[in-house]
């Protein structure tokens, strides 16, 4: 399809030449980096308007599309609550609010105690996200901490649950919130490069300027973590970089004690802490790829024993520590298992998942002493669920399901994993959903992916989805490296001076379900966010002929640029993710995909970017840039749009019914590119 003769914005050249390893890279348009610039904030607002104008055709199929995915959310709904001590912690949703209550009950079935209304707190303000909340241990204080921005920095507040008086004065620029005792809170706070790089200690009933600076993480590749062991006995602080983490502990009887470290920090090795009784356990990948576990004496942690080897087939990525129990997350073959042991790691078992295909992590388990374990389970057919298991006799009990009111049948839907092979041979695998109902015969296709930074994309349900396989689509994710689906080497082969693996694992990916006949370029769709929308920008430059709609959510297009920028947010923690382009070898390998460099004439596919003006993670001008110089090479008529979102950062608008007219543009965008009317 062609797009209506609306003239779409044009930003204006202003050349700025940057001069590097005997390059010289011309920048036109790095005059829209200046938010404070009036003229930037109106060529944003000219691409909203041009994006409005050019989509207004398609206006009853985005309140068509809106309609049915708040049909499918249960608006006046209540989370599984989840026992602390006495205590039953909840959030509830009301009927048309947009935000959460944030509840307890004392007892199972005690009169219900609203801690928090978000809808009140949110008020006056066009984002609102609640970040650190944290009881205090005797349960009578809170400490929360508010986001109304979008740049995910909080405002740290602490209230007085019996009488609702706020204590203290606000705290800003807090990242993480553990209490040692009912006193005694300790948090991190970012620097001006939004790293949390500094531990203060508040004592309540004292001002925040007497705060005392715990430790300050002066090497600008590291940042802080900040959490309190489920035993309760020990406040952890996890320094962690791409290339290495160094864990202090304290204890929590002595809050005004010295934190000490664990294991100094080495090049390339990580760890991560749980404790029981005299023991930390850690997991770690010195001396196991796929990492090992290890059995520490708090006395003496460098008396370590292993109590569960690295093996090269699993990935060992996250544990649990429970008073009579171990609980140990795997990752195997692409799906994630659980492994249930004593706290020595002898009699161990696996819990037994109903489908072939799907995916689990751990949900709320505040409680120490206990049996049971909370779990999140989901599949692409099947709707997300708490589910109880038992440790104690492996009972599995769902708690609750999510409820489709406008209805659901999952036996209309089927689900598969494939694989595809990439240049190098390696096999990359997709998983898969559609209408069983469906014809294999190159109908339309939405591929998704991400790769980078171990994350995962596990296939897990979303109810937006099925606005397009009620339409005849097939949704897959192409599970390519730069996640850790497959372990740890799977990661390592997408970062880095592998980072074209990502890429070329991408586009074998979508040549695969074309040749099985699963969709056709004219009909096939793809999209990601952040990371992966700099996979999206990176495939379009390398094979524009293979899609016919993408959509980029705030992608990372400006590689080399912004990874110039030292002072920019996580660009120094980000140089051993990406490389730093101040060395040449680097330099080079990112010059050849970085996006925005790479831009050339010609035609390309329909193309929707976003972006959130307040996004600290992916500047609004990575997208801005992008399509300004997407605009000066392309060659078609194709849609190029880009939507800003003036009001939030990162993550999009932050109430659940502004994100779902969010997703029905895109999804309407994609469906007008398709050529797929109503």
Known sequence: MSVEPINPPVAERKPVVIHLHGDAIVDEFAWLENRDDPAVIAYLEAENAYAEAVMAPAAALRARLYAEMRGRIKEDDRSVPAPRGRYRYYARTETGAEYPLMCRTEGDDGPEEVLLDLNALAAGHAFCRLGPYEPSPDQQLLAYGLDTTGSIIFTLFVKDLATGALLDAPIEQVDDVAWADDQTLFYTVFDHAHRAYRLYRHVLGTSPHEDTLIYEETDERFSLSLRRTRSGAYLLLTCFSHGGTEVRYLPTATPFAEWRVIYPRRPKVDYFVDHHGDYFYIRT???????????APVADPSAAVEVLPGR???LIDHLDCFADYLVVYERRAGLRHIRISAPDGSDPRYIAFPEPV???????????????LRL???????PASVVEYDMANGAWHVL???????????????SERLAATAPDGAQVPISIVYRRDRPRNGGPCLLVGYGAYGYSYDPSFDSKRLSLLDRGFAVAIAHIRGGQELGRQWYEQGRMFHKPNTFSDFIACAEHLIAEGYTAPRQLAISGRSAGGLLMSAVVNARPDLFQAVVA???FTNVVIAMLKSDLPLTV????????PAIEAEYRLMRSYDPYLN?????YPHILATAGLYDLQVPYWDPAKWVAKLRTVKTNDTMLLLRTNLQAGHGGHSGRFARLEEFAWEYAFILTALGIAE
């Open 400 to 414: 609750k399901q999510e409820e489709i009111p406008s209805g659901y049948d999952p036996s209309l839907y089927v």
């Open 285 to 295: 990948n010195d001396g196991a790829e796929n990492f090992r576990l290890l059995q």
């Open 553 to 555: 959510g705030v992608p």
């Open 599 to 603: 831009l050339k004439p010609g035609p």
């Open 312 to 314: 090269d087939d699993t």
């Open 573 to 580: 923690t980000e140089w051993e993710q990406w490389g730093n």
């Open 376 to 382: 999140n389970y989901s599949s692409l057919v099947t």
């Open 358 to 372: 799907y995916t689990c992590w751990p949900h709320v388990n505040d409680e120490f002493a206990t049996s049971r």
